[in-house]
């Protein structure tokens, strides 16, 4: 079936260091969606990438979205404590079925 | 701003029980999903709804079924709950293939 999977599951960062989850998909992705989960939370959406190739930045987040649309990467330069929590990447396949990575979980070690 | 509740936090039931859980929200939505969230698999759609009466399987949907009677409510049913189903359940709304809103999730234990 339609998987979208994503890696690291877990990562471990010095506060400062920067952080970087990626998310791949077996087949083309009409869109991808970031979104966070702070402990204890629901997930919250961070933002939407549509066109091949695309790229887009939320202060000190990257969010890029690969040519053939099958990965996509979200960035994180310079953590601070308020970046933990855990990231999930999430596509529509064409339908209107959004599938979820498995996440990756982000701890910050201040 | 959007709000999706979710009728209890916390559930404990017992093996075999029918249990009923309620999702309702505020802004017209079209679409309405439920996910189950378990550590290190992510969270995995059971069932979702693009129109009231209308609802699809996700990926997991054994044991569980779904009601859509009014546009504004989504209800998960387990017909006989049994200890696997025992997770977070996150029920989240979206207009056409745009960005989920998220309850704050209801904990359900099965003993």
């Known amino acids: 079936g339609q998987q979208v999977m994503q890696i690291p599951q877990y990562q471990h960062v010095q506060e400062g260091e920067d952080f970087t989850t990626y998310c791949n998909s077996s087949t083309t992705l009409s869109n991808i969606q970031w979104y966070k989960q702070r402990p204890g939370g629901h997930p919250v959406f961070l933002i939407q990438l549509v066109k091949s190739g695309e790229v887009k930045k939320q202060k000190r987040l990257t969010f890029q979205f690969g040519e053939a649309k099958k990965n996509s990467s979200l960035h994180i330069t310079a953590t601070q404590t308020t970046d933990v929590g855990t990231y999930f990447c999430?596509?529509?396949?064409?339908?209107?079925?959004?599938?979820f990575g498995t996440g990756t979980r982000l701890t910050i070690i201040p | 701003d959007v709000k999706v509740t979710q009728s209890s936090r916390y559930l404990v039931k017992r093996t075999g029980e029918k249990v009923f859980l309620e999702c309702v929200q505020d802004?017209?939505?079209?679409?309405m999903f439920w996910y189950r969230q378990d550590p290190g698999l992510g969270l995995r759609l059971i069932y979702f709804s693009y129109d009231v009466k209308m609802k699809e399987k996700g990926d997991i949907p054994e044991g569980y079924s779904v009601s859509r009677e009014k546009k504004e409510r989504f209800s998960l049913i387990l017909e006989s709950a049994s200890t696997n189903q025992t997770s977070m359940y996150l029920c989240?709304?979206?207009?056409?293939?745009?960005?989920?809103?998220f309850g704050n999730g209801t904990r359900l234990t099965v003993t």
């Open positions: 999430a596509g529509y396949f064409g339908n209107e079925k959004l599938t």
């Open positions: 802004m017209d939505h079209e679409n």
């Open positions: 989240a709304s979206s207009l056409v293939r745009a960005t989920l809103h």
